[in-house]
């Protein structure tokens, strides 16, 4: 439960019941979502529940309001999803509130696409090294930094137009099907990439689909991915800024040509960058 002794020092007008508000106003499978919630009563923590995920929530004193980034998986069907969410009062009361967020269907698109035959036919020793870099990412996947690291909204990695978007569904060499889980900036070799917020880098090395790749742990189970560097320019532990290069661009790994590959991933689940690039965040 995330503490902030703001709320219980700090006179605020509560309103007489909960509220529960979203970004953005139209949640679809694949999105990110920002939870902003008022209690009815001062609090010292807020924690929540969504969609089977742990939710932590941040007190922002100049809203009055305590924020927590949660996400819908691309598979989660159409429906009415409860969040369940519970406080702790100044005075030590636990106090619970539950309100449903509708998720509505976003249709992908397919594409057809040619890369060189290894990557969609891996010979022997190809085969191993991905079964390496399987164990890798599995490991260091499961790393989850309870504190919040990022701070404010997220900014875009380079300043490009968008080559490809989430969740189309690729069909590679005529047989080879996955989904594009983040998003595609249109840049020469060489551009560089800088940090979409604070945190700390979790991985940075070669890998054989994602190429020279970095990713960055911002805390609460929230992780971004940058593939298909030229040249890595941080190592893994290093903290971050927001804006801070941490490579540059180019098309190493399984690449139809020079670009930048940004993912995000939260609590397991690969989320819609664009979406996270477009919140307003405390």
């Not at 539950?98 to 269907?105: E, G, K, N, S």
């Not at 490809?164 to 594009?180: E, K, L, P, W, Y």
């Not at 690449?255 to 930048?260: D, E, F, K, S, V």
Request: some cysteine; proline content about 7%; overall charge positive.
């Amino acid at each position: 439960m995330a503490v902030a002794s703001a709320s219980a020092s700090s006179p605020a007008k509560a309103p007489a019941r909960w509220l529960l508000g979203h970004q953005p106003a139209r949640v679809v499978n694949g999105s990110p979502v920002l939870l902003r919630v008022t209690t009815p009563k001062p609090a010292r923590g807020v924690s929540g529940n969504w969609l089977g995920h742990e939710i932590s929530f941040s007190f922002d004193a100049r809203q009055k309001a305590w924020f927590g980034l949660a996400g819908v998986s691309q598979e989660t069907k159409p429906a009415n999803y409860p969040v369940q969410l519970r406080a702790e009062t100044a005075s030590g009361q636990t106090i619970t509130y539950q309100q449903a967020i509708t998720v509505l269907r976003q249709r992908y698109p397919k594409v057809m696409l040619k890369v060189p035959g290894r990557y969609t036919a891996p010979p022997p020793e190809d085969l191993k090294q991905i079964e390496q870099d399987k164990e890798i990412k599995a490991r260091f996947f499961k790393t989850v930094t309870a504190d919040r690291e990022w701070k404010g909204s997220f900014q875009p990695p380079v300043n490009a137009e968008i080559s490809d978007v989430f969740g189309v569904q690729r069909v590679f060499n005529g047989s080879v099907q996955s989904t594009h889980q983040g998003l595609d900036f249109r840049v020469p070799t060489g551009t560089p990439v800088a940090a979409v917020n604070s945190g700390t880098v979790l991985l940075a090395r070669p890998l054989f689909f994602e190429g020279n790749c970095v990713v960055l742990d911002h805390g609460q189970g929230l992780l971004t991915l940058y593939l298909h560097f030229s040249e890595i320019l941080v190592k893994e532990g290093d903290q971050v800024t927001k804006g801070q290069r941490i490579g540059l661009s180019g098309g190493t790994g399984r690449a139809t040509g020079p670009h930048l590959h940004l993912a995000v991933r939260w609590q397991g689940v690969y989320l819609n960058p664009e979406i996270l690039l477009s919140l307003r965040l405390p």
